[in-house]
């Protein structure tokens, strides 16, 4: 095992890196853990937070080289490559900015002479995905960096060159060696990791499968952990819907990132037969324009899919949805070029023995469905296993609310297929996982609480 940067335009391995061996893994552990309690977490919050906030300029000067590293490794369309790096830049300075504010103790109303104090509580482990290979690192670095923990991080093998990089950003901001440290480390090191005592938390973004491992893990060692484990995120098309403003905000949605984000829409629901055969005819006709190809092309909507095993994946999942009796209405091959290209794909007439009924396809796929009521739209968003985003699209925005609130959802959107910002907070519910990252929810994940008490 190593970690490999593959351009997926190409196919061209481009750089590799060995593992770190135990020793260094676990001297790196021992670095962090004595900077965390010997220095780093007795600074004042303004001291780590204006480091933090310096990596946020130098991330804005260096945009351009930052943005290669994505289309690089994991083949983000360059356009929405500057949208990663300018939100990354935003998220490092929403915490330099209020973290302070944040961390500062808190009076107990009713309760004189009692107070809470905000204290961090060490070494944190992330354990982080390939799709958004800065931002993902960023909803856990910045927040906790400020807090005064410091943070262990093994990204995905694919992107060693953008986590090497963004370990960069701290360096040259001046944070101490051990703040912030990547990791070149395999499953059995992360394993060893968690069960060390001076590890205090672990957040993982991934799958199920990688989830209740380290869930189980953590819970083993009677660690913290936050999980975010993707998502069938469903939209609810209700009868009131302008249908071409969901349409647009569907094709968006689905294909944003080349379809790769846990996010992203992966499911339509239409209330009303006639409604849902006209927006088929209307996605099928715009899935039809969309540009696939090189992600430096300011032409190109979808890209490369990030490697072939994820192209392989997907491909799996449509010849055995069609088995299983759905339809293809339009793309599900792979596209006649070099690379881990995947046409844009909508498959409709899913039923509940369906597997795709239940999976979540992380690509260009889009499961349609049509529904006869708005109670059925509701059921049908809610019954698979996952409970990460949905979307509701109506004019009417209060009842667009009453419906939200019947969602099994971390997260609702009404009219719009996402809106990222640093102060809104991230995560799940069900089998997405549990925990919050952004926000002032974020910062707080991994925190003591101390209560102090002076008697009257």
Same mark, same amino acid.
């Not at 929405?80 to 929403?94: M, R």
């Not at 672990?202 to 799958?207: A, E, M, R």
């Not at 739209?377 to 019954?383: Q, S």
């Given at each position: ?15 590799? =890196?060995?593992?770190?061996? *135990?020793?260094?893994? %676990? ?8 900077? /965390? @309690?010997?220095?780093?977490? %007795? @600074?004042?919050?303004?001291? @780590? ?14 945009? *351009? ?29 929403? =915490? ?32 982080? $995905?390939?799709?958004? $290979? /800065? ?20 990204? !995905? ?9 963004? !370990? ?72 009131? +819907? $302008? ?12 294909? =944003? ?17 006639? @409604?849902?055969?006209?927006?088929? !005819? ?12 090189? $992600? ?22 449509? +010849? ?19 690379? %881990? /290209? ?19 396809? %992380? ?31 109506? !004019? ?16 609702? /959107? ?43």
């Amino acid at each position: 095992m190593s970690f490999r940067s593959i351009n997926p335009a190409t196919g061209e391995v481009v750089k590799e =890196y060995q593992l770190q061996s *135990d020793a260094e893994v %676990f001297a790196a552990l021992e670095k962090a853990d004595r900077l /965390y @309690r010997e220095d780093w977490k %007795f @600074r004042p919050v303004a001291d @780590r937070a204006r480091i933090v906030g310096r990596a946020a300029q130098i991330l804005r000067d260096k945009r *351009d080289e930052y943005v290669e590293y994505l289309t690089l490794e994991m083949g983000k369309v360059t356009r929405f490559g500057y949208f990663e790096v300018d939100l990354v830049a935003d998220i490092l300075d929403y =915490y330099a900015e209020q973290g302070e504010e944040f961390l500062a103790e808190q009076q107990l109303p009713g309760e004189p002479g009692a107070k809470l104090v905000t204290e961090p509580i060490g070494v944190i482990l992330a354990i982080e $995905p390939w799709n958004f $290979p /800065y931002y993902q690192l960023a909803r856990v670095a910045a927040s906790q960096l400020v807090a005064g923990n410091v943070v262990l991080l093994k990204h !995905a093998e694919s992107v060693p060159q953008s986590a090497l990089a963004f !370990a960069r950003l701290f360096e040259e901001a001046g944070a101490p060696e051990g703040a912030y440290t990547n990791l070149f480390c395999s499953i059995e090191q992360i394993a060893a990791l968690v069960d060390d005592f001076r590890v205090r938390g672990v957040t993982l973004t991934g799958s199920e499968r990688a989830g209740t491992a380290v869930g189980e893990r953590a819970g083993r060692n009677l660690k913290k952990a936050v999980l975010e484990l993707g998502g069938s995120d469903p939209a609810l098309i209700l009868p009131g +819907a $302008p249908l071409d403003h969901a349409v647009e905000q569907v094709v968006m949605g689905r294909t =944003y990132n080349s379809g790769q984000g846990c996010v992203n829409i992966k499911r339509v629901i239409v209330v009303g037969r006639d @409604r849902g055969q006209e927006m088929l !005819a209307a996605l099928k006709e715009r899935f039809a324009e969309i540009k696939v190809g090189d $992600p430096k092309d300011p032409d190109t909507l979808v890209g490369p899919l990030s490697s072939e095993r994820a192209l392989d994946v997907l491909l799996g999942q449509i +010849a055995e949805t069609k088995a299983g009796g759905a339809r293809i209405v339009h793309g599900g091959h792979r596209v006649d070029r070099p690379g %881990f /290209y995947l046409e844009p794909t909508i498959i409709t007439d899913i039923d509940e023995t369906n597997p795709l009924y239940q999976e979540e396809a %992380f690509g260009p796929v889009l499961s349609f469905y049509v529904v006869d009521s708005e109670q059925e739209a509701i059921r049908l968003a809610n019954a698979t296993r996952f409970g990460l985003g949905s979307y509701v699209f109506d !004019a009417d925005v209060e009842h667009a609310q009453e419906v939200a609130a019947r969602l099994e959802a971390g997260m609702v /959107y009404i009219n719009s297929c996402f809106v990222d910002s640093p102060s809104l907070p991230f995560g799940g519910v069900k089998n997405s996982g549990f925990g919050r990252e952004l926000s002032e929810l974020g910062i707080g994940e991994f925190l003591n609480r101390k209560l102090v008490r002076v008697a009257q």
